[in-house]
């Protein structure tokens, strides 16, 4: 088994096809030497170590990889000429994390390794640039003891000791930029820094190259179950299993001084899915130095800086002298890196998000990968790919991330509003959008806030991955610091979350939890709104409007419609719901649940009275005033489904949902009824149940009061005749809640039908329509073949099939799904993603044992999962007619089952 594969000098054992074994970053690094792009050699050790490590341990796995490793290292001194762990001409590598998926910040890379005393000196005599030596020296020594030493803080709130040191040498000395440090600084620097080491080790810190090596290449092996890895894997779905890729590569400077640089680039913007090229550089720095907000960066083309300038409101003499772009600082480079960012788009046919550095006016890449990008970004550079005849039509359907399709359909602000809006600050349009919420200034405030319903604002100095559960919650996240490229700015992206940054002039006191910005000082709590596409701080909270549909994104929808193999439908019980979800492309409601009706105005007053009455004939009484009511419901709902299916779910809930609990309300009752209230208390008391959800609810509701069915269809089918009158299509499907047996089916099935014969008797005419079942009992499904001998369709309501198969109760689950899911027992909550091992089995057979019996059988999907990507997939894949969802995540389903459909 081969463990390490090599890469350099326009060869590599590996290649951009072998990214499970290799990761993400190895695989690139393999194929841009494979294209023949400046690359520095290297070799990554395979993610199937990673697993090795994590089952048996850093000793054995480093046997296992030793012979292997020192060859990988002999090949890189071969193509570098210089030899690792020697003092005279050495050899400095980084090791660096690489998953499968990318997981930008996630994990640590540790760079300069193999650096000591001996080292540093003939660094800075080969260079003649002994700042430069003793520069990388410290930043090695720093990396190492947080990353491999774990001097890192664990908390936010623990201040990095290393960086303590640097505050404090910087303070002595007066200055505030690294890049104002002398050589006798960071020598200084570095003695200190490795006095830390030992205090926090007890050890001296590690001279030999090759010690570090290893302790580097078990750190990143670490990293993969580091918390903050972790998190990030459960937010997106990332199997542990995958494990990382260890790349180690040959170090090229980007501190060699003034002609040197580091940055990043994106093909096309990530923000808007323009083809416009971008990036950001900075002067004489290394690595992380551009992401982590230190210095602002500037622009690499001369038209974004342009534009950058005048957001910030310099002028361009400013711009040129103090932040010129790279095409104006570094011609020769920026140009070869804009012709190698076409070609590995051009290769990749997707938007390349590549990282590269320049050491003494050498280009050098050091990673490529398809960009992060916004919802917005996503469906345009998909469109324009085709369009370009780069991609067809399927892989542009592949190309969607469902779930962020969501961020299309979201309100922008409202046009006029905006224009009366203030702004209070400006700075980078990070990640697209309107947002607007109260202040709060840590990601546990926020958590805290939201939990309380709240809509927040996240405001940061700047951001770092211990505020990913912050970001996540918040409306939108306004920073202080920080490029386009910057921690908060790309994972807002990722998450499709509004965010500002780098907005330089406001200040933020975290101590007095206070903002100042626009000469007023705002606190925890006020109100401010922030536009992610431009950039601005509005004071206050500017309303949203309504986003457009059609272009672009009505392009992905007709391509979708072409594909697909199901229907998507929506649950809607409104005729407003009905029609936004027709907007956004469903066809038909799959669930209309009546009960929503039932608690509006004066009609909990009948329905109580109903359920108050004392026997058939007062329920009659009561049902006969709801009969209009509920009527003019569904006409309201069949004419705004013309042409479509609308599946009426009959009364599902507990009676005990619909009378009042209070006295005073209890009293109210009893006066309008002419009751007692000791009679309303007693009637109250009598529909008490231990565990409602599996009590007299759903069709045992109907079964024991079958007026209550028998007004309900009187209701659908009068509609329906009435709107067919009008020369409107109607479809009624009527569906019975919570069968699990073919007695009770056969029951509620005898009622309708007797009634809609009676209605049609009435009225001398009749209008086509089917009776089904919701299969949401696990016996339903088990028996589904009975069932299907009366049922005409079968619905799949997998929040209750959830609930019964698991025996979990939603209302009590979430309490312990969290542990769950943070100690591993779970890897997703089954309520919103469908178990497709365990209740997947349930609804595979309810299927096929219903279609055995009833081959025309319509089947659909009703749950919550109706809307989840993969449970979508799984149900197109078993060959369910439809899914039906949420209005707003129709667009997202429809996606969903194209893709299925295509992946079949
Ligand atoms: P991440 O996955 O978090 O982006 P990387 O492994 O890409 O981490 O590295 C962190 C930073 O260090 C990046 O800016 C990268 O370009 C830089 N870097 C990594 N390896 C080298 C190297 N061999 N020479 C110079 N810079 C490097
Ligand atoms: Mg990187
Ligand atoms: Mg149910």
Redesign the pocket.
Do not use: C, H, I
């Given at each position: 088994m081969k463990r390490v594969y090599t890469f350099g000098d326009g060869k590599a054992e590996g290649n951009a096809e072998m990214r499970n074994l290799l990761g993400g970053?190895g695989a690139n690094l393999a194929e841009m030497n494979l294209l023949g792009m400046p690359v520095?050699p290297?070799f990554t050790i395979t993610t199937e170590v990673c697993n090795e490590y994590t089952l048996n341990g850093s000793e054995s796995v480093v046997k296992l990889i030793q012979e292997e490793v020192e060859a990988a290292i002999a090949h890189v001194e071969t193509l570098t000429g210089k030899k690792f762990n020697d003092p005279a001409n050495p050899l400095l590598?980084?090791v660096?994390?690489?998953a499968r998926a990318?997981?930008?910040?996630?994990?640590?890379?540790v760079?300069n390794l193999g650096m000591n005393d001996a080292t540093v000196a003939s660094l800075a005599e080969k260079s003649g640039n002994p700042r430069f030596a003793w520069d990388s020296y410290r930043r090695f020594v720093q990396m190492y003891g947080d990353v491999v030493l774990g001097m890192k803080p664990k908390s936010k709130a623990d201040i990095d000791p290393f960086e303590e040191i640097m505050d404090k040498v910087k303070a002595e000395k007066g200055v505030k930029l690294d890049t104002e440090l002398d050589v006798e600084d960071l020598q200084n620097l570095v003695k200190l820094f490795k006095a830390a080491v030992k205090d926090f080790t007890g050890k001296d810190f590690p001279d030999s190259a090759w010690e570090q090596l290893w302790g580097g290449i078990c750190a990143v092996f670490d990293s993969w179950m580091n918390e903050r890895a972790i998190l990030y894997r459960r937010m997106n779905q990332i199997p542990e299993e995958w494990g990382t890729a260890v790349?180690v590569?040959?170090?090229?400077?980007?501190n060699m001084g003034d002609n040197s640089a580091?940055g990043?680039a994106f093909s096309r913007d990530a923000a808007t899915g323009e083809n416009i090229f971008n990036g950001e550089y900075l002067i004489n720095a290394?690595?992380?130095d551009?992401?982590a907000g230190i210095r602002t960066p500037q622009q690499i083309t001369v038209e974004g800086s342009r534009r950058w300038a005048a957001l910030q409101g310099i002028t361009e003499e400013e711009r040129v002298e103090k932040y010129p772009s790279l095409e104006e600082s570094m011609p020769v480079c920026a140009a070869e890196l804009i012709a190698i960012a076409n070609r590995l788009e051009n290769y990749y046919k997707d938007m390349q998000d590549m990282?590269?550095?320049i050491q003494d006016g050498k280009l050098?890449m050091?990673?490529t990968r398809n960009g992060k990008r916004t919802g917005a970004a996503m469906v345009k550079i998909a469109m324009d790919l085709l369009r370009a005849g780069e991609i067809d039509e399927k892989t542009t359907l592949l190309r969607m991330e469902p779930q962020k399709l969501d961020e299309l359909l979201h309100p922008v602000f409202d046009k006029a509003a905006l224009k009366r809006a203030n702004v209070v600050a400006k700075g980078l349009p990070a990640s697209p959008g309107a947002a607007a919420g109260q202040i709060v200034f840590s990601a546990e405030e926020a958590e805290a806030w939201s939990e309380k319903k709240k809509k927040v604002v996240l405001v940061r100095i700047e951001t770092s991955p211990e505020d990913l559960r912050g970001m996540a919650v918040a409306q939108g996240i306004l920073t202080m610091r920080g490029g386009m490229t910057s921690h908060a700015a790309v994972v807002a992206r990722g998450m499709g979350k509004c965010c500002v940054s780098g907005a330089g002039e406001i200040k933020v006191d975290y101590k007095a939890k206070t903002v100042e910005m626009g000469g007023k000082v705002y606190n925890e709590g006020d109100w401010i709104s922030l536009n992610g596409s431009t950039g601005e701080v509005y004071d206050g909270q500017v309303p949203t409007a309504e986003p457009e549909l059609g272009g672009d994104f009505g392009a992905i929808m007709n391509l979708a419609a072409k594909y697909t193999k199901t229907l998507v439908r929506t649950n809607a019980d409104t005729p407003r719901d009905a029609k936004q979800a027709r907007h956004f492309g469903a066809q038909g409601i799959g669930l209309c649940r009546t009960e929503h009706m039932f608690f509006e105005g004066d009609r909990i007053k009948a329905v109580r009275e109903m359920i108050l009455a004392s026997d058939v004939e007062g329920r009659r009484h009561a049902l006969d005033k709801l009969l209009p009511m509920q009527r003019s419901d569904f006409e309201g709902i069949f004419e705004a489904m013309d042409g479509f299916g609308v599946t009426i779910r009959l009364l599902d809930p507990p009676l005990h949902e619909f009378v009042p609990h209070q006295t005073a309300t209890q009293k109210e009752l009893a006066n309008e009824m002419g009751l007692t209230l000791e009679e309303v208390k007693a009637k109250v008391d009598s529909l008490e149940e231990f565990n409602p959800m599996l009590g007299h609810r759903g069709c045992r509701l109907g079964i024991t009061y079958p007026e209550i069915t028998e007004m309900q269809t009187r209701a659908i089918i009068e509609a329906a005749l009435n709107m067919k009158a009008r020369g409107i299509k109607v479809f009624p499907e009527i569906m019975i809640p919570l069968v699990g047996t073919l007695k009770e089916i056969q029951n509620q099935a005898d009622v309708i039908n007797i009634t809609a014969s009676k209605v049609f008797e009435e009225r001398g005419e009749s209008v086509a329509y089917k009776v089904g079942t919701m299969i949401e009992v696990p016996r339903a499904a088990l028996t589904a073949d009975q069932i299907a001998t009366v049922a005409d369709f079968f619905s799949f309501g997998t929040n209750d099939l959830t609930q019964m198969t698991f025996g979990y109760s939603r209302d009590d689950a979430p309490k312990f799904l969290k542990f769950y899911k943070e100690h591993g027992i779970i890897k997703t909550d089954p309520f919103e993603v469908l178990d497709q091992e365990g209740v997947g089995q349930l609804v595979r057979m309810g299927v096929e044992k219903g279609r055995a019996t009833k081959p025309e059988l319509k089947v659909g999907i009703c749950g919550e999962h109706g809307g989840e990507p993969s449970s979508v997939k799984f149900c197109a894949k078993l060959g369910m007619n439809y899914v039906s969802c949420s209005p707003y995540r129709v667009p997202i389903a429809r996606v969903a089952a194209a893709q299925a459909a295509i992946e079949d």
């Open positions: 970053k520095p290297g590598v980084s660096r994390s690489g990318s997981m930008p910040g996630m994990m640590d890379t760079l790349n590569q040959a170090m090229v400077y980007g580091t990043v290394q690595g992380e551009v992401v990282e590269f550095t050098w050091l990673q």
